[in-house]
């Protein structure tokens, strides 16, 4: 074999390395990109199952009733917290509107979003709340874009007792059991 010959053999071990190792590249991003939108959409989840939880606290589980019942006594300490709270679900919801315009978060979760969203935006005294207190620390272009997602198209609700909703569904289930 000439020196030549091997140069050439060299040249086409290298273009196959080049050709092997940009694939592999590929793979590897591909990976990356799920990886970082699994991880987006666990600490989504996440943020998701805090707010959530933080309606089980006692305190804060007294104030939601007086919202779905739309009980007219909520003093001055309830409005504080329902305002921290509400405000937390509407920053949530912005996120994950950004996050959807720009494609790393998909349809079905940003609906989920919205949709809890509307429900707890339906009653009365949270939509009073957002009102008149969690819509002036937003800049007006986030607040119109929340309200569209969440408050504009969802009428308001009726103070309901979910306790005697749940004792009726419950009823109804076991007599068709």
């Known amino acids: 074999m000439t020196l030549e010959q091997v140069s050439y053999l060299s040249q086409t071990v ?3 390395a080049v050709v ?3 694939g592999y590249l590929a ?10 939108r699994a991880l987006m959409q666990q600490a989504r989840t996440e943020r998701g199952m ?8 006692p305190h804060f589980a007294a ?3 007086k919202v779905t019942s739309d009980s007219p006594d909520l003093n001055a300490v309830d409005v504080s917290i329902l305002t921290s709270f509400l405000r937390r679900w509407a920053l949530n919801l912005l996120d994950a509107q950004t996050n959807h315009a720009m494609s790393l ?15 707890g935006f339906a009653y009365p005294i949270a939509r009073a709340v957002w009102t008149a207190t969690v819509r002036a620390t937003f800049t007006p272009g986030d607040a119109a874009i929340f ?22 569904a419950r009823e109804v289930l076991l007599v068709g059991a």
């Open 14 to 16: 290298a273009a196959a």
């Open 20 to 22: 092997v190792s940009i």
């Open 27 to 36: 793979i590897q991003v591909r990976q990356a990109e799920r990886n970082q």
């Open 50 to 57: 805090v707010l959530a939880a933080s309606m089980e606290a």
């Open 63 to 65: 104030i939601w009733v």
């Open 105 to 119: 978060l998909s349809d079905e979760a940003l609906e989920r979003t919205c949709a809890a969203a509307r429900w």
């Open 147 to 168: 309200e569209a997602l969440a408050i504009d198209s969802v009428p308001l609700g009726a103070g309901t007792d979910d306790a005697a909703r749940t004792r009726a």
